[in-house]
Structure formats: C-alpha cells, structure tokens
Nanobody, 122 residues
Framework: QVTLVESGGGLVQAGGSLRLSCAAS????????MGWYRQAPGKERELVAR???????NYAPSMRGRFTISRDNAKNMVYRQLNSLNPEDTAVYYC????????????????WGQGTQVTVSS
C-alpha cells in the first residue's frame, strides 16, 4: 500500500505565495510521474502541473509563469511553488502519482492523495 500525503496548504492573502509538498510512502515503488491537480468549489478537477522522473514538466497554460513544479526522486517527493496567488486559486490541491510497485510490478497510473486546502483571501 502507498500513501500520498500533501502538506503546505492554508490561508494566504492575495499576492502571496505557498509551497506545497507531497510525499509518497509505504511500499517500495518506482515513480514515473507526479503531479498536482486542483478542484475549486463547484468545478471539475483540473491539471495544474505534472513532472516526470526525468524532470520533464508539463503545466496547464493558465498556470504557467506563476506556479513551479519540482521533485526529489530520492525522497519520492514533489513540490509546488505557488506565487502571485489570487482568490481564483482557492481550491483543494491534490497530489497525483503514476508508479510501479517494485515487488509485484503492478502499475498504478492514477493514484491520489487526500488533498490540501488552499484559500486565498482578497
């Protein structure tokens, strides 16, 4: 069993910054990609950014420039720097991972954390 644990969310004023972290723990896995999605009230979950084990990052067009994704392969962690936040960025931010279990070689293509709330006040 694997757990993705997000941290770093909270309340921030418009124009402020937050750094989100996601740590994968549990069974030994080989992660091919990790990413961040968000879901605002009344809206569908949407991609924020995703990064492969090789460091290739993919951003949603509306997120590029303000948000930066990075990862630490040795620690099975992914980070998300959120800058110049505005109230429209208020959402639950979810960590997502694609990986292979080292022992069974079973593939998980869409594994989710519980989410962390980010609230931006005007």
């Amino acid at each position: 069993q694997v757990t993705l644990v997000e941290s770093g969310g909270g309340l921030v004023q418009a124009g402020g910054s937050l750094r989100l972290s996601c740590a994968a723990s549990g069974d030994t896995i080989c992660i091919s990609a990790m990413g961040w999605y968000r879901q605002a009230p009344g809206k569908e979950r949407e991609l924020v950014a995703r990064i492969t084990s090789g460091g290739l990052a993919n951003y949603a067009p509306s997120m590029r420039g303000r948000f930066t994704i990075s990862r630490d392969n040795a620690k099975n962690m992914v980070y998300r720097q959120l800058n110049s936040l505005n109230p429209e960025d208020t959402a639950v931010y979810y960590c997502n991972a694609e990986f292979i279990y080292a022992k069974s070689r079973r593939v998980e293509r869409d594994y989710w954390g519980q989410g962390t709330q980010v609230t931006v006040s005007s």
